[in-house]
């Protein structure tokens, strides 16, 4: 098989974005399409990549204090209702389990969509007194949302996920706890996936249904519309009054707690792959690929080869470095273009005469471009080598996202700017009405608001005095 | 609160060892009940010890070269009526999800009670060629089976697991993987979880729904009954027919896989508990403990003792040893107490007097045994010590259970094994009755076989020949 053959079988990136995200999840084996509508199989390559997101993610958490624990997956329908704006968001997508153990249950229980109630339920029982404050815990878990509309990794019935929850004695805290998470996502995003991210505050309309605030973290994907890859909201005393979860403070008065929650996906995978990828399929940032490193020998019948391509990978796995030997009875050629495919971040060619003059031919999967290194040290130049891939996607990302930021006074400009594929900042009045315009007549949404920039004078959409500046995007 | 105060606080672990044990699962804070009946919320203490399990567990699955991946744990109803014996045994068991985003599902689906139908489902998709074998994937997920009685850790209607499902091209490479994991079980039971155990093959009441033989490995608890903490299932062509899941073999001719499927659950936690508690609460063994070494400043006000608690808490985590400061403003006496229940392997004690003298008080859980530490080189001898504890409470298990481990050759003798607290090994002629009459005289199950230590010559309950040597016992 050869090149052309490979990249055929992916649909053309810019005429068909959305066919090129299926053909890549597919091909790639990160995923499939599980028996029951809207669910997915994560395969061992997406697996991966999850497992280095949590490992990256829950060393971050648990630096701020965090800790990890597990609840039950089953909460009685009674919880939901216990907070109005919950309810409301979140019935009309849940999995109902009516029946087990061969009888019908009195009271239906609901698979989490997420976990606020049934944690604060718990929460509730075991806070006493200030001194048990702050709650900060976190749990890696399945949730379950029965949507019409799924896509691997993007949304899906099933999805894994992290959710933290905390409890604490003031608003401030719990207010800086919002923020604090918000930016631990952001750094992660930045600094693990290569992806850069706008955060903020979102409107009424996008928060969490039982928040007071959400802020959330957006991405922009090649094709310019944007992706929601994190939020944490500040639930002030709502859960916390909901689910009587108080607490005898210094002054001896008994208050209510201030709660927080917060998470991310296997969402962030579909953004990887829509940050970075290219027509040959996957590009993945060195911290989160499952191989960074493949080695593939050159005549690897000829004496010494394999010897020479496992030495090599002895020596980087030695330094932490994910490698492998590609030792398949396949040609160079077609394992050149399925590791391509799969978006590993170098790859290492040897073969007799590059042993010969002790180098190997190196190829970095985002730039494409090919050198030769030397044998000796090898190691650390890989090391170095992966450095760079590394802050070399987040530097073209960004350079490509902030091209395509633009700034618009009107609801045409909102509209142009989002046809051509851009973000569009533009000043915004506040109501809801404005918010629902753009969304009919753009199919666009408010992601965050970025206030901080400075509020322009005017509402973009209805021309009366501005109390917002917003980022309008279409959005996955 | 004296030390007097926290002993009576849990059960007479020898008087009533059932109240001890929900005693101390509970004041340790590693498990809390959840709102559903039988299901449990595992707290940040109890959640730790998971991890560390799951980081060593996963660690030696992945040197066998196992990957892990994800499956729905929605599971049409149809799939697990495929195999005829599974559907028995897991069917009255199971959870229904009947109606989901607001309607009536056409067809209920189950929440998973085990995986092997969804998974052989899509490995027969993904099967082609017998270069697709071995297919070697672990996950670790959430389970539910309906139980009417339940209890923490032990039985549970939603629990945590790993399940491994792997398919061969022959007969001989699947049972080598049966009996590889269940080596891979023993191994890690015994090195990090410190508790002996007997692994052999099940008799066929015993076995798993659906397979062709299943491996089980046993652990006796502190009152002498038995606690099966692993499994390992050949499942030969069962699954594999039921599925169609066929690949086409060197020989160019199509053959159906061999498959295997082995887990562990959060019931470990149970054994560890069960295996080596004493009256003052748990005693966790070094490599599962989430605090290793609790470091207990005295006479904390006085100038330099806290600051040298934190100088030797700094210096056992650059080691990467556990290590925490316990600076609460409780008393000394209060924290030892609190810290022995909750089974911290070693204590340090430091004050003023100890800081004059260039040493530190230590104390170990399994003996509670106190002695005296150079501060120079504290880290290296504590290191040291845990890795004693660590065999030492492993020497101490295995000696307590060899001691309660008899033989008999009689359906008296075996009832008088069991009601003397022990492992009762016995021949056996290999019928159901016979086995089922051990259950009912002497409530009593059969374990494992251990054949290979030579089959007596007459069934212990019948007087017939015997086929086997089966260890009896009274279970959880």
Chains 1, 2 share one sequence.
């Not at 006493?128 to 976190?138: E, F, Q, T, V």
């Not at 993007?154 to 959710?163: A, G, H, N, P």
């Not at 509020?455 to 959409?461: N, Q, R, T, W, Y």
């Amino acid at each position: 098989m050869d090149a052309k053959q490979f990249v055929t079988q992916i649909a053309d990136i810019n005429d068909n974005f959305a066919q090129w995200y299926t053909d890549v999840v597919l091909k790639t084996e990160l995923v499939d399409y599980g028996p029951v509508k809207g669910t997915m199989v994560i395969r061992p390559y997406g697996y991966a990549i999850w497992e280095n997101i949590q490992k990256d993610l829950d060393r971050r958490f648990k630096e701020t204090g965090v800790k990890n624990a597990y609840f039950p997956m089953l909460i009685p329908e009674s919880y939901l209702k216990k907070e109005a704006e919950h309810v409301e968001g979140f019935a009309p997508e849940v999995a109902m389990v009516t029946k087990a153990g061969g009888e019908e249950l009195a009271e239906p229980l609901v698979i989490r969509p997420t976990s606020e109630t049934i944690i604060c339920q718990m929460y509730a029982k075991w806070l006493k007194s200030y001194r048990d404050l702050p709650i900060l815990i976190n749990q890696w878990a399945n949730v379950m949302r029965w949507e019409k509309t799924t896509r691997p990794f993007l949304r899906t019935s099933e999805f894994l996920w992290q959710e933290g929850h905390t409890v604490h004695a003031t608003e401030e805290e719990a207010m800086e706890e919002t923020m604090k998470m918000l930016n631990v996502y952001k750094s992660f995003a930045e600094e693990t996936l290569a992806i850069p991210v706008f955060t903020g505050r979102k409107t009424e309309k996008e928060k969490f249904a039982g928040a007071k605030a959400t802020f959330g973290m957006e991405a922009m994907m090649l094709d310019g519309k944007s992706l929601q890859a994190g939020t944490s909201h500040y639930l002030g005393q709502n859960f916390a009054k909901a689910f009587d979860m108080k607490f005898l403070d210094k002054d001896s008065v008994l208050k209510y707690g201030y709660s927080t929650s917060w998470g991310v996906s296997t969402r962030l995978i579909g953004a990887i792959i829509m940050a970075h990828g290219d027509q040959r399929g996957l590009v993945l940032p060195p911290r989160v690929a499952p191989i960074q490193v493949i080695i593939v020998p050159v005549a690897a019948h000829k004496g010494g080869v394999i010897e020479k391509a496992k030495e090599i990978e002895s020596k980087l796995l030695a330094k932490g470095v994910r490698a492998e030997v590609d030792t398949r009875d396949m040609s160079p050629g077609w394992k050149f273009n399925e590791w391509e495919m799969k978006g590993v971040p170098v790859r290492i060619e040897i073969g007799p005469r590059d042993i010969e003059n002790n180098v190997a031919m190196i190829m970095r999967r985002d730039t494409l471009e090919k050198s030769s290194l030397s044998l000796d040290n090898i190691d650390t130049a890989i090391i170095d080598l992966l450095d760079e891939v590394q802050v070399g996607l987040f530097n073209k990302s960004k350079k490509n996202r902030d091209a395509r930021v633009v700034e618009a006074d009107s609801l045409d400009g909102i509209l142009k700017g989002v046809e051509g594929k851009n973000f569009v900042k533009a000043g915004w009045c506040g109501c809801r009405e404005c918010e629902e315009k753009v969304k009919e007549m753009a199919a666009a949404t408010s992601r965050v608001m970025c206030d901080e920039e400075g509020v322009p004078e005017k509402c973009a959409i209805c021309g009366k005095p501005a109390k917002h500046k917003v980022i309008f995007a279409r959005a996955y």
